[in-house]
Protein backbone atom coordinates (compact mmCIF):
# COMPACT_ATOMS: atom_id res chain seq x y z
CA UNK A 1 0.00 0.00 0.00
CA UNK A 2 2.79 2.63 0.92
CA UNK A 3 4.35 1.52 -2.12
CA UNK A 4 1.39 2.33 -4.18
CA UNK A 5 1.42 5.49 -2.23
CA UNK A 6 4.13 6.20 -3.61
CA UNK A 7 4.22 5.76 -6.65
CA UNK A 8 1.05 8.14 -7.35
CA UNK A 9 3.20 10.70 -5.36
CA UNK A 10 5.87 10.69 -7.81
CA UNK A 11 3.59 10.48 -11.06
CA UNK A 12 1.72 13.80 -9.01
CA UNK A 13 5.29 15.60 -8.70
CA UNK A 14 6.64 14.80 -12.41
CA UNK A 15 2.96 15.87 -14.27
CA UNK A 16 3.23 19.20 -12.18
CA UNK A 17 6.72 19.17 -12.94
CA UNK A 18 5.70 18.56 -16.84
CA UNK A 19 3.12 21.07 -16.39
CA UNK A 20 5.25 24.13 -14.97
CA UNK A 21 7.74 23.37 -18.14
CA UNK A 22 4.50 24.20 -20.46
CA UNK A 23 4.17 27.12 -18.83
CA UNK A 24 7.53 28.78 -18.76
CA UNK A 25 7.70 28.26 -22.73
CA UNK A 26 7.74 31.29 -24.07
CA UNK A 27 6.63 33.01 -27.20
CA UNK A 28 9.58 34.35 -29.36
CA UNK A 29 9.97 38.06 -29.24
CA UNK A 30 9.89 39.24 -32.84
CA UNK A 31 12.21 42.32 -34.12
CA UNK A 32 11.70 43.54 -37.59
CA UNK A 33 14.62 45.26 -39.04
CA UNK A 34 12.51 47.43 -42.02
CA UNK A 35 14.41 49.17 -44.43
CA UNK A 36 13.32 51.84 -47.53
CA UNK A 37 14.13 50.88 -51.51
CA UNK A 38 16.71 48.14 -50.79
CA UNK A 39 17.29 46.30 -53.74
CA UNK A 40 16.65 42.77 -53.48
CA UNK A 41 19.94 42.36 -55.50
CA UNK A 42 22.06 44.36 -53.62
CA UNK A 43 23.04 41.91 -50.52
CA UNK A 44 26.69 40.81 -50.84
CA UNK A 45 26.09 36.75 -49.60
CA UNK A 46 23.14 36.85 -52.11
CA UNK A 47 25.40 37.24 -55.60
CA UNK A 48 26.20 40.86 -55.43
CA UNK A 49 30.15 40.92 -54.92
CA UNK A 50 30.82 44.79 -54.93
CA UNK A 51 28.53 45.44 -52.09
CA UNK A 52 29.70 44.78 -48.28
CA UNK A 53 26.58 43.72 -46.23
CA UNK A 54 28.22 41.63 -43.23
CA UNK A 55 25.84 42.16 -40.78
CA UNK A 56 22.31 41.08 -42.92
CA UNK A 57 25.22 38.31 -44.49
CA UNK A 58 25.26 36.54 -41.36
CA UNK A 59 20.93 36.83 -40.77
CA UNK A 60 20.65 35.16 -44.34
CA UNK A 61 23.55 32.77 -42.86
CA UNK A 62 21.81 31.89 -39.60
CA UNK A 63 18.12 31.70 -41.02
CA UNK A 64 16.02 31.17 -44.26
CA UNK A 65 15.80 33.61 -46.91
CA UNK A 66 12.84 33.85 -49.27
CA UNK A 67 14.77 35.45 -52.89
CA UNK A 68 11.53 35.03 -54.49
CA UNK A 69 9.67 37.72 -52.89
CA UNK A 70 7.53 41.02 -53.96
CA UNK A 71 5.59 43.06 -52.77
CA UNK A 72 2.23 44.36 -55.07
CA UNK A 73 2.53 47.77 -55.22
CA UNK A 74 6.24 49.33 -55.07
CA UNK A 75 5.99 52.61 -53.55
CA UNK A 76 6.18 53.30 -49.82
CA UNK A 77 2.74 53.56 -48.02
CA UNK A 78 1.09 51.57 -49.82
CA UNK A 79 3.87 48.59 -49.38
CA UNK A 80 3.83 49.04 -46.00
CA UNK A 81 0.21 49.52 -45.18
CA UNK A 82 -0.13 45.95 -46.76
CA UNK A 83 2.63 44.62 -44.30
CA UNK A 84 0.66 45.91 -41.26
CA UNK A 85 -2.73 44.60 -42.38
CA UNK A 86 -2.05 41.28 -44.67
CA UNK A 87 -3.97 42.92 -47.33
CA UNK A 88 -3.44 44.32 -50.98
CA UNK A 89 -3.47 47.70 -51.87
CA UNK A 90 -7.11 47.58 -53.66
CA UNK A 91 -8.12 46.46 -50.50
CA UNK A 92 -6.64 48.23 -47.42
CA UNK A 93 -7.26 51.62 -49.50
CA UNK A 94 -4.08 53.55 -49.04
CA UNK A 95 -3.30 53.62 -52.37
CA UNK A 96 -4.12 56.47 -55.31
CA UNK A 97 -4.96 59.06 -55.34
CA UNK A 98 -4.09 60.35 -51.66
CA UNK A 99 -1.67 57.43 -50.35
CA UNK A 100 -0.90 58.47 -47.02
CA UNK A 101 -4.53 59.92 -46.43
CA UNK A 102 -6.96 56.89 -46.78
CA UNK A 103 -7.19 53.43 -45.43
CA UNK A 104 -9.60 50.71 -44.60
CA UNK A 105 -10.53 50.76 -40.94
CA UNK A 106 -12.40 47.40 -40.97
CA UNK A 107 -8.85 45.97 -41.39
CA UNK A 108 -6.99 44.23 -38.10
CA UNK A 109 -3.55 45.77 -37.69
CA UNK A 110 -0.54 43.77 -37.47
CA UNK A 111 0.96 45.79 -34.21
CA UNK A 112 -2.41 45.54 -32.77
CA UNK A 113 -2.70 41.85 -33.17
CA UNK A 114 0.46 40.94 -30.96
CA UNK A 115 -0.75 43.57 -28.55
CA UNK A 116 -3.94 42.00 -28.11
CA UNK A 117 -2.07 38.57 -27.99
CA UNK A 118 -0.03 39.54 -24.82
CA UNK A 119 3.18 41.45 -26.65
CA UNK A 120 5.17 44.47 -25.91
CA UNK A 121 4.87 46.65 -29.24
CA UNK A 122 7.56 49.27 -29.93
CA UNK A 123 8.34 51.28 -33.03
CA UNK A 124 11.30 53.45 -34.27
CA UNK A 125 11.84 55.10 -37.54
CA UNK A 126 9.65 55.64 -40.78
CA UNK A 127 5.62 55.73 -40.15
CA UNK A 128 4.48 57.07 -43.33
CA UNK A 129 1.37 54.79 -43.07
CA UNK A 130 -2.42 56.68 -42.00
CA UNK A 131 -2.36 57.63 -38.53
CA UNK A 132 0.10 57.56 -35.64
CA UNK A 133 1.63 54.37 -34.76
CA UNK A 134 -0.70 54.41 -31.75
CA UNK A 135 -3.65 54.11 -33.82
CA UNK A 136 -1.53 50.75 -35.11
CA UNK A 137 -1.17 49.26 -31.82
CA UNK A 138 2.05 50.64 -30.82
CA UNK A 139 2.48 51.04 -27.50
CA UNK A 140 5.69 52.91 -27.37
CA UNK A 141 7.30 54.55 -29.99
CA UNK A 142 10.48 56.50 -30.30
CA UNK A 143 12.13 58.78 -32.75
CA UNK A 144 9.26 58.35 -35.34
CA UNK A 145 9.46 59.84 -38.83
CA UNK A 146 5.97 60.50 -40.52
CA UNK A 147 7.29 61.34 -44.03
CA UNK A 148 7.74 59.58 -47.17
CA UNK A 149 11.20 60.71 -47.39
CA UNK A 150 13.59 63.93 -46.25
CA UNK A 151 17.05 64.72 -45.05
CA UNK A 152 18.94 61.96 -43.12
CA UNK A 153 20.28 64.41 -40.79
CA UNK A 154 17.31 64.52 -38.10
CA UNK A 155 16.56 66.02 -35.40
CA UNK A 156 14.12 64.51 -32.00
CA UNK A 157 12.99 66.23 -28.98
CA UNK A 158 13.66 63.81 -26.58
CA UNK A 159 13.15 64.61 -22.61
CA UNK A 160 13.14 68.29 -23.19
CA UNK A 161 16.53 68.08 -25.54
CA UNK A 162 17.30 67.77 -28.85
CA UNK A 163 19.21 64.63 -30.32
CA UNK A 164 20.59 64.98 -33.59
CA UNK A 165 22.65 62.82 -35.76
CA UNK A 166 22.09 60.32 -39.27
CA UNK A 167 18.78 58.59 -39.46
CA UNK A 168 20.14 54.68 -39.30
CA UNK A 169 21.55 55.63 -36.28
CA UNK A 170 19.32 57.48 -34.87
CA UNK A 171 17.11 54.98 -35.38
CA UNK A 172 19.27 51.98 -34.30
CA UNK A 173 20.18 54.20 -31.06
CA UNK A 174 16.58 53.91 -30.17
CA UNK A 175 16.52 50.35 -30.68
CA UNK A 176 19.44 49.16 -28.61
CA UNK A 177 17.80 51.50 -25.99
CA UNK A 178 14.56 49.38 -26.08
CA UNK A 179 16.32 45.89 -25.72
CA UNK A 180 18.09 47.18 -23.11
CA UNK A 181 15.04 47.09 -21.07
CA UNK A 182 13.88 45.03 -18.88
CA UNK A 183 10.85 42.93 -21.22
CA UNK A 184 7.94 40.81 -18.68
CA UNK A 185 6.22 39.69 -21.77
CA UNK A 186 7.19 38.94 -25.06
CA UNK A 187 7.81 42.07 -27.73
CA UNK A 188 7.16 42.86 -31.47
CA UNK A 189 9.49 45.74 -31.84
CA UNK A 190 10.36 47.24 -35.02
CA UNK A 191 12.89 49.63 -36.63
CA UNK A 192 12.16 51.31 -39.99
CA UNK A 193 14.93 52.76 -41.81
CA UNK A 194 14.56 55.52 -44.12
CA UNK A 195 17.80 54.34 -45.59
CA UNK A 196 18.90 53.68 -48.58
CA UNK A 197 16.16 55.67 -50.02
CA UNK A 198 17.48 59.29 -51.47
CA UNK A 199 19.00 61.81 -50.64
CA UNK A 200 21.67 59.06 -50.63
CA UNK A 201 24.18 61.11 -48.29
CA UNK A 202 25.99 58.38 -46.51
CA UNK A 203 28.02 59.59 -43.90
CA UNK A 204 31.28 59.49 -42.66
CA UNK A 205 33.68 56.93 -44.32
CA UNK A 206 31.01 55.21 -46.57
CA UNK A 207 30.72 58.25 -48.07
CA UNK A 208 33.29 57.20 -50.04
CA UNK A 209 33.26 53.44 -49.64
CA UNK A 210 33.01 52.68 -53.26
CA UNK A 211 34.30 54.01 -56.16
CA UNK A 212 32.27 55.31 -59.32
CA UNK A 213 34.27 53.06 -61.67
CA UNK A 214 34.59 49.93 -60.29
CA UNK A 215 30.82 49.38 -59.77
CA UNK A 216 29.51 47.69 -62.40
CA UNK A 217 26.95 49.02 -64.71
CA UNK A 218 22.92 47.09 -64.63
CA UNK A 219 23.23 44.78 -67.87
CA UNK A 220 19.53 45.83 -69.13
CA UNK A 221 20.41 49.86 -68.42
CA UNK A 222 19.21 52.05 -70.97
CA UNK A 223 19.68 56.55 -71.76
CA UNK A 224 15.60 56.36 -71.76
CA UNK A 225 12.85 54.04 -70.54
CA UNK A 226 11.24 52.46 -73.87
CA UNK A 227 7.44 53.02 -72.96
CA UNK A 228 5.34 56.20 -71.18
CA UNK A 229 3.75 54.81 -68.22
CA UNK A 230 2.92 58.00 -66.93
CA UNK A 231 5.94 58.35 -64.63
CA UNK A 232 8.87 59.47 -66.72
CA UNK A 233 8.58 63.03 -65.16
CA UNK A 234 7.71 61.93 -61.38
CA UNK A 235 10.36 62.68 -58.87
CA UNK A 236 12.71 59.82 -58.71
CA UNK A 237 13.36 59.78 -62.45
CA UNK A 238 14.16 63.63 -62.54
CA UNK A 239 16.84 62.99 -60.17
CA UNK A 240 19.07 62.70 -62.88
CA UNK A 241 19.59 64.12 -66.46
CA UNK A 242 18.14 62.20 -69.65
CA UNK A 243 19.72 60.77 -71.73
CA UNK A 244 20.82 58.97 -68.62
CA UNK A 245 24.99 59.39 -68.30
CA UNK A 246 26.82 56.38 -67.84
CA UNK A 247 29.08 57.94 -64.95
CA UNK A 248 26.04 59.78 -63.16
CA UNK A 249 24.46 56.42 -63.09
CA UNK A 250 27.72 54.89 -61.39
CA UNK A 251 28.38 57.71 -58.85
CA UNK A 252 24.47 57.31 -57.77
CA UNK A 253 25.50 53.54 -57.09
CA UNK A 254 28.25 53.93 -55.30
CA UNK A 255 26.04 56.09 -52.76
CA UNK A 256 23.48 54.08 -52.74
CA UNK A 257 25.69 50.79 -51.85
CA UNK A 258 27.54 53.17 -49.41
CA UNK A 259 23.85 53.89 -47.53
CA UNK A 260 23.16 50.25 -47.40
CA UNK A 261 26.53 49.56 -45.76
CA UNK A 262 26.09 52.36 -43.06
CA UNK A 263 22.97 50.81 -42.24
CA UNK A 264 24.22 46.94 -42.27
CA UNK A 265 26.73 48.12 -39.75
CA UNK A 266 23.64 49.65 -37.65
CA UNK A 267 21.81 46.39 -37.88
CA UNK A 268 25.06 44.92 -36.12
CA UNK A 269 24.63 47.11 -33.50
CA UNK A 270 21.15 45.86 -32.89
CA UNK A 271 22.41 42.38 -33.38
CA UNK A 272 24.94 42.55 -30.43
CA UNK A 273 22.17 44.43 -28.17
CA UNK A 274 20.09 41.60 -28.89
CA UNK A 275 22.80 39.01 -27.77
CA UNK A 276 24.05 40.88 -25.01
CA UNK A 277 20.64 41.29 -22.89
CA UNK A 278 20.26 37.49 -23.75
CA UNK A 279 17.29 38.11 -25.99
CA UNK A 280 18.88 36.45 -28.95
CA UNK A 281 18.12 32.77 -28.70
CA UNK A 282 14.75 33.57 -28.43
CA UNK A 283 13.68 36.13 -30.90
CA UNK A 284 12.57 35.92 -34.75
CA UNK A 285 14.56 38.55 -36.82
CA UNK A 286 13.13 39.42 -39.77
CA UNK A 287 15.10 41.74 -42.51
CA UNK A 288 12.76 42.96 -45.32
CA UNK A 289 12.15 46.02 -47.40
CA UNK A 290 9.06 48.05 -48.85
CA UNK A 291 10.23 48.04 -52.08
CA UNK A 292 13.10 47.55 -54.58
CA UNK A 293 14.84 50.27 -56.71
CA UNK A 294 15.35 50.62 -60.34
CA UNK A 295 18.69 52.93 -60.30
CA UNK A 296 19.42 52.76 -63.72
CA UNK A 297 17.69 49.39 -64.22
CA UNK A 298 15.90 49.77 -68.11
CA UNK A 299 16.66 53.63 -67.79
CA UNK A 300 14.67 54.33 -64.54
CA UNK A 301 15.53 55.45 -61.93
CA UNK A 302 12.87 55.18 -59.00
CA UNK A 303 10.75 52.09 -58.03
CA UNK A 304 7.14 52.90 -60.23
CA UNK A 305 7.34 49.69 -62.38
CA UNK A 306 6.89 46.24 -62.43
CA UNK A 307 9.69 44.90 -63.25
CA UNK A 308 11.79 42.37 -60.90
CA UNK A 309 14.09 45.42 -59.64
CA UNK A 310 11.25 47.21 -58.37
CA UNK A 311 8.97 44.68 -57.22
CA UNK A 312 11.34 42.27 -55.78
CA UNK A 313 12.26 42.71 -52.13
CA UNK A 314 14.39 41.41 -49.68
CA UNK A 315 13.09 38.76 -47.08
CA UNK A 316 15.47 37.18 -44.78
CA UNK A 317 14.29 35.67 -41.48
CA UNK A 318 16.03 34.16 -38.61
CA UNK A 319 15.62 32.60 -35.23
CA UNK A 320 14.13 29.87 -33.35
CA UNK A 321 12.53 27.02 -35.49
CA UNK A 322 13.75 28.83 -38.49
CA UNK A 323 16.02 26.61 -40.90
CA UNK A 324 19.23 27.93 -40.73
CA UNK A 325 21.36 29.35 -44.06
CA UNK A 326 19.00 28.02 -46.62
CA UNK A 327 17.52 29.57 -49.79
CA UNK A 328 14.18 29.29 -51.08
CA UNK A 329 12.72 29.94 -54.60
CA UNK A 330 9.11 29.96 -53.15
CA UNK A 331 7.43 32.75 -54.15
CA UNK A 332 5.54 34.88 -51.43
CA UNK A 333 4.47 38.58 -51.12
CA UNK A 334 5.57 40.64 -48.75
CA UNK A 335 2.39 40.85 -47.07
CA UNK A 336 2.52 37.39 -46.14
CA UNK A 337 4.75 38.11 -43.15
CA UNK A 338 1.81 39.02 -40.79
CA UNK A 339 0.06 35.91 -40.87
CA UNK A 340 3.17 33.54 -40.93
CA UNK A 341 4.15 35.38 -37.81
CA UNK A 342 0.83 34.71 -36.18
CA UNK A 343 1.00 30.72 -37.23
CA UNK A 344 4.63 30.67 -35.36
CA UNK A 345 4.12 32.74 -32.68
CA UNK A 346 0.49 30.68 -31.77
CA UNK A 347 -1.74 33.63 -32.72
CA UNK A 348 -5.30 33.50 -34.65
CA UNK A 349 -4.94 34.83 -38.20
CA UNK A 350 -7.65 37.33 -38.34
CA UNK A 351 -10.19 37.24 -40.58
CA UNK A 352 -9.36 39.97 -42.37
CA UNK A 353 -6.38 39.31 -43.28
CA UNK A 354 -6.16 37.98 -47.42
CA UNK A 355 -2.46 37.04 -47.84
CA UNK A 356 -0.80 33.30 -47.28
CA UNK A 357 0.99 32.08 -44.04
CA UNK A 358 4.12 30.25 -45.83
CA UNK A 359 4.81 28.91 -42.35
CA UNK A 360 5.03 25.42 -44.16
CA UNK A 361 7.92 26.55 -46.22
CA UNK A 362 9.78 27.31 -43.58
CA UNK A 363 8.65 23.94 -41.90
CA UNK A 364 10.41 22.18 -45.54
CA UNK A 365 7.27 21.69 -47.72
CA UNK A 366 7.97 22.56 -51.34
CA UNK A 367 4.26 23.40 -52.40
CA UNK A 368 4.09 27.04 -54.34
CA UNK A 369 1.79 29.92 -51.94
CA UNK A 370 0.78 31.45 -54.96
CA UNK A 371 0.28 30.46 -58.42
CA UNK A 372 -0.07 34.15 -59.57
CA UNK A 373 1.37 37.42 -57.93
CA UNK A 374 -0.81 40.61 -58.72
CA UNK A 375 0.63 44.19 -58.87
CA UNK A 376 -1.59 47.40 -58.90
CA UNK A 377 -0.06 50.88 -58.62
CA UNK A 378 -2.16 53.85 -59.27
CA UNK A 379 -4.65 54.51 -62.21
CA UNK A 380 -1.59 53.69 -63.84
CA UNK A 381 -0.39 49.85 -64.13
CA UNK A 382 -1.82 46.15 -63.19
CA UNK A 383 0.17 43.34 -63.85
CA UNK A 384 0.55 39.61 -63.08
CA UNK A 385 3.31 37.16 -63.10
CA UNK A 386 4.26 33.28 -62.44
CA UNK A 387 7.52 31.81 -62.65
CA UNK A 388 7.78 31.46 -66.09
CA UNK A 389 5.86 34.99 -67.21
CA UNK A 390 4.75 38.48 -66.64
CA UNK A 391 2.19 40.70 -67.97
CA UNK A 392 1.94 44.33 -67.59
CA UNK A 393 -0.80 46.43 -68.62
CA UNK A 394 0.00 50.16 -68.86
CA UNK A 395 -3.17 52.45 -68.45
CA UNK A 396 -3.83 56.14 -69.79
CA UNK A 397 -4.48 57.93 -66.78
CA UNK A 398 -8.17 60.15 -67.08
CA UNK A 399 -6.92 62.10 -63.93
CA UNK A 400 -3.75 63.44 -65.42
CA UNK A 401 -3.88 62.40 -68.84
CA UNK A 402 -0.16 60.33 -69.00
CA UNK A 403 0.41 56.99 -70.09
CA UNK A 404 -0.29 54.86 -72.68
CA UNK A 405 -3.06 51.24 -73.29
CA UNK A 406 -0.80 48.91 -74.02
CA UNK A 407 0.27 45.35 -72.53
CA UNK A 408 4.33 44.55 -71.94
CA UNK A 409 4.73 40.17 -71.64
CA UNK A 410 8.25 38.75 -71.12
CA UNK A 411 9.43 35.73 -70.72
CA UNK A 412 11.27 35.15 -67.60
CA UNK A 413 12.93 31.93 -67.95
CA UNK A 414 14.83 32.95 -71.08
CA UNK A 415 14.61 36.88 -70.45
CA UNK A 416 15.30 37.52 -66.45
CA UNK A 417 16.00 41.00 -67.21
CA UNK A 418 12.80 41.55 -68.83
CA UNK A 419 14.70 43.44 -71.80
CA UNK A 420 11.96 42.23 -74.66
CA UNK A 421 8.95 42.90 -74.18
CA UNK A 422 7.04 39.53 -76.61
CA UNK A 423 3.93 41.02 -76.24
CA UNK A 424 3.76 40.56 -80.48
CA UNK A 425 5.56 37.21 -80.84
CA UNK A 426 3.06 34.08 -81.46
CA UNK A 427 4.83 31.93 -79.77
CA UNK A 428 3.05 33.47 -76.50
CA UNK A 429 -0.08 33.75 -77.86
CA UNK A 430 -1.98 31.10 -75.86
CA UNK A 431 -0.25 32.52 -72.57
CA UNK A 432 -0.85 36.11 -73.10
CA UNK A 433 -4.38 35.18 -73.58
CA UNK A 434 -4.28 33.33 -70.10
CA UNK A 435 -2.81 36.09 -68.02
CA UNK A 436 -5.16 38.67 -69.35
CA UNK A 437 -8.03 36.57 -68.09
CA UNK A 438 -6.02 35.71 -64.58
CA UNK A 439 -5.79 39.60 -64.44
CA UNK A 440 -9.58 40.14 -65.49
CA UNK A 441 -10.87 37.98 -62.94
CA UNK A 442 -8.85 39.33 -60.28
CA UNK A 443 -9.51 42.72 -60.80
CA UNK A 444 -12.80 41.95 -60.87
CA UNK A 445 -12.60 40.36 -57.57
CA UNK A 446 -10.81 43.15 -55.92
CA UNK A 447 -13.44 45.63 -57.60
CA UNK A 448 -10.71 47.87 -59.40
CA UNK A 449 -11.61 51.52 -60.61
CA UNK A 450 -9.66 50.78 -63.78
CA UNK A 451 -11.44 49.93 -66.74
CA UNK A 452 -11.10 45.96 -66.78
CA UNK A 453 -11.38 44.45 -70.81
Known amino acids: ?????????????????????????????????????????????LGNPYIQTPNIDKLVNSGTTFTETFTQTPTCSPSRTALLTGCGSLTHKTFYPKYAGTVNKTLKRWPQTMKDAGYETFWTGKFNTHGKPAAWGVEEASRIFPHGMGDHHMTFKEDGKEVKGFSSKLFADAMIRFLNKKHDKPFFATVAFTAPHDPRTPPGKYANMYHPNEIPLPANLLSHYNYN????????????????????????????????????????????????????????????????????????????????????????????????????NTRVYLHDVFPTICELTGIAIPETVESKSFKTVLEGSNQEVHKYLFSALSDLKRGVSTKEYKLIRHYQSPNSNTGTNEYLFFDLKNDPLEIKNQINNPQFANQIKSLKEVLKKWQTEQNDFLPIN
Open 229 to 328: DGYEKFRDEVLIDYPRNIDTVRSEIANYYGMISHMDEQIGRIMDALKQNGLKENTIVIYASDNGLAIGHHGLMGKFSFYDHSLKVPLIMSGPSIPKNKLT
Open 1 to 45: MRLTHFIMLMVAILSGCTTQQKKEVKQPNILLLFSDDHQASAIHS
